[in-house]
């Protein structure tokens, strides 16, 4: 009978490493979710993204929330890495997306953009898509009718 403790126990060791094991590297193979509120109003001004701008790791995401109605996040077209999907969001809708790609992204408000309702993300250490998305950004930028500045502040913060 000793014996057959000692085996159900070691069954039973061995189980609980496998499972252990397994939930480990479960929580290690999800990223990060990341929240960003799309404001009418906040600290830094009207029509913002709040934060505006995020460094992420690889493998996040991020959850634009609809805390304001009538926003919505849309990737700036060659404001991405060129391998990345780009995303649109609905009007008054929470979206989250997955960020598998080191870079810099820049993405808006569709109907705000020209209030300069913009904001970057940082995803990862990888900057090769820097001097594009700025180039991007200056001809991006001339169609704002206030905070002329914005999107290169957030720029400057890589």
């Given amino acids: 009978m000793h014996n057959n403790t000692n085996i159900y126990m070691e069954f039973f060791m061995r189980q609980f490493l496998v499972i ?4 480990f590297i479960q929580f ?12 009418n109003q906040g600290p830094t001004g009207v029509m913002v993204f709040e934060p505006a701008y995020l460094k992420i790791n690889i493998g996040d995401s991020v959850t634009f929330e609809s805390t304001d109605a009538a926003h919505n996040s ?3 077209p060659g404001m991405i890495p060129s391998s990345a999907s780009s995303w649109n969001g609905g009007l008054s809708q929470d979206l ?11 993405y808006q ?6 209030m300069a309702m913009v904001g970057v ?38």
């Avoid at 252990?20 to 939930?23: A, D, G, W």
């Avoid at 290690?28 to 404001?39: Q, T």
């Avoid at 989250?96 to 820049?106: E, K, N, P, R």
């Avoid at 408000?109 to 020209?114: A, K």
């Fill in 28 to 39: 290690d193979l999800y990223g990060a979710n990341h929240s960003v509120k799309m404001l």
């Fill in 96 to 106: 989250t997306v997955m960020f598998d790609v080191a870079g810099i992204y820049g």
């Fill in 121 to 158: 993300i940082q995803v990862g250490d990888d900057k090769s898509n820097l001097d594009s998305a700025k180039a991007v950004a200056q001809q991006f930028k001339s169609s704002f009718v206030m905070n002329q500045t914005r999107l290169d502040d957030l720029l400057s913060k890589i």
């Fill in 74 to 76: 849309a990737s700036i």
């Fill in 109 to 114: 408000c569709t109907p705000h953009s020209m």
């Fill in 20 to 23: 252990f094991t397994m939930l």
